[in-house]
C-alpha cells in the first residue's frame, strides 16, 4: 500500500498544523487557518486560502470574507472547515495522483472526550485518510523529545502548545499521570491584549499580540530588558497611535497564565507514584511545543518543583516527529492507540 499512499503523522495544533512523513521528518508546517466567504464554508482561492494564505489575512479581512482557526482550545470547533483544511494538507503531502489514502496519525490533547476524539476521526476520513489512529499529544511529544519512553522509568514532558498545555508522566510506552490545561500560547497572546487596553487604552490584534511575546516576553528576568514600539487603535479617539512597552510590563501580564501552567505541573508531580517521583529526581523535567521558548519558563518550572529543566531539540516539532515515530511502531504500539475501530 505503501507505494501508491505516503503514511504520514499530524500534530493538529490550534495554532499551526505540522506533518511528517517517516523518513522525510516534517515535510509541511502552516498555520491552522481558513479563509472562506462569510455566511458559507466555501475556501476562497478554489480551496487554497489554507494555512500561510489565510493567515496573513487574519483581522484584515473585509466583510465578505472570514479568517477562521477551526480548532479552540485544541479540540475541532468548527468540523466542516476543519475537514477542509485537512484535505488540503493531506492533499498537498500525499499529492494527487496517488491512488490510496494514506494512513495517518493525529496528535490529540490529553483531557479530550470521546465525542471530540470522533470529531477528529471523522474529519481525517472525509478529508482523505485511509485509516486514523489517534495518539495522545504528550506521549507524541515525549517521543519527539527522545525521552526513553518505553523504559520502565519516568520521564515528564511539558507541552505547551497554542490551545493546550498537556503535561505528562511517561512510563513503559504509556501515560501514567497527565493533566490537560485549557491555558497556553493563546492565552499568553489574551494576557498582552488585556494590558494594552487596560494600560494604554490601545487596542491590538492576535498578530501583533504574538510578536509582542516573541520579541520581548518572558516568564521570569533574563538578560537585558528591552522595549518595543507598539502600533493599534486608541480606544478613547477611535484613531490609530503607537506606544513603547517595557518587557518588564510584558513579564507582568503574562504572570496569571504562566502560574497556572505552573500549579499544573506541580499538581501532576503531586499525583505521580513515589517510584515514578524517584525517577524524576534524576531525569526532570522536558519541555516542548511554542511555549518552551518563552525566555525564562524553564527557570519558573524549575524554582517551583526543583527539578532540573531542559527544552527539547526544535520543541515546536517534537508532537509532529513523535506521531511519525509512532507510524514506524505501529505493530507494536497499536494497543495503546486509539483507532478508527474502537474510537
Not at 499512499?5 to 500534530?11: A, H, L, P, Q, Y
Not at 472526550?113 to 489512529?133: N, P, Q, W, Y
Not at 527544552?311 to 492507540?337: H, M, Q, W, Y
Request: charged residues 25%; glycine residues 10%; contains cysteine.
Amino acid at each position: 500500500m505503501g507505494m501508491f499512499s505516503v503514511d504520514m503523522g499530524i500534530d493538529l495544533g490550534t495554532c499551526n498544523t505540522l506533518v511528517a512523513v517517516r523518513g522525510q521528518g516534517i515535510v509541511l508546517n502552516e498555520p491552522s487557518v481558513v479563509a472562506v466567504r462569510k455566511g458559507t464554508n466555501q475556501v476562497l482561492y478554489n480551496g487554497q486560502a489554507v494555512g500561510w494564505v489565510a493567515k496573513e489575512m487574519l483581522g484584515k479581512t473585509p466583510g465578505a470574507i472570514s479568517a477562521i482557526r477551526p480548532l479552540k482550545e485544541g479540540v475541532i470547533s468548527d468540523f466542516e472547515i476543519t475537514e477542509a483544511m485537512l484535505s488540503y494538507f493531506i492533499r498537498k503531502v500525499n499529492g494527487r495522483r496517488r491512488l490510496i489514502g494514506p494512513r495517518v496519525v493525529i496528535s490529540v490533547p490529553g483531557g479530550i472526550t470521546a465525542v471530540e476524539k470522533r470529531a477528529v476521526i471523522d474529519s481525517a476520513e472525509r478529508a482523505g485518510a485511509r485509516r486514523t489512529f489517534l495518539c495522545e499529544q504528550p506521549l507524541a511529544a515525549g517521543i519527539g523529545a527522545g525521552l526513553p519512553w518505553t523504559e520502565p522509568q519516568a520521564s515528564m514532558i511539558v507541552d505547551i502548545g497554542g490551545g493546550t498545555s498537556d503535561i505528562a508522566i511517561l512510563s513503559l510506552g504509556d501515560i501514567a499521570v497527565c493533566e490537560s490545561l485549557r491555558v497556553a500560547g493563546d492565552d499568553l497572546d489574551e494576557a498582552i491584549i488585556n494590558h494594552m487596553k487596560k494600560t494604554y487604552n490601545l487596542m491590538i490584534g492576535e498578530q501583533t499580540a504574538e510578536r509582542i511575546k516573541i520579541d520581548i516576553g518572558s516568564a521570569a528576568p533574563v538578560g537585558d530588558e528591552t522595549t518595543m514600539e507598539v502600533r493599534g487603535r486608541d480606544m478613547i479617539s477611535g484613531l490609530p497611535r503607537k506606544t513603547v512597552v517595557t518587557s518588564e510590563e510584558i513579564r507582568e501580564a503574562l504572570q496569571e497564565p504562566v502560574s497556572a501552567i505552573t500549579d499544573a505541573v506541580t499538581r501532576t508531580l503531586e499525583r505521580a507514584e513515589p517510584e515514578l517521583a524517584a525517577d524524576l529526581v534524576e531525569n526532570g523535567i522536558t519541555l516542548a511545543g511554542g511555549g518552551a521558548l518563552l525566555r525564562g519558563i524553564g527557570t519558573v518550572f524549575q524554582n517551583a518543583t526543583g527539578l532540573t529543566v531542559r527544552i527539547a531539540d526544535d520543541p515546536l516539532t517534537c508532537v509532529a516527529r513523535g506521531t511519525a515515530i509512532f507510524l514506524d511502531n505501529i505493530e507494536l504500539i497499536k494497543s495503546t492507540l486509539e483507532n478508527d475501530l474502537d474510537a
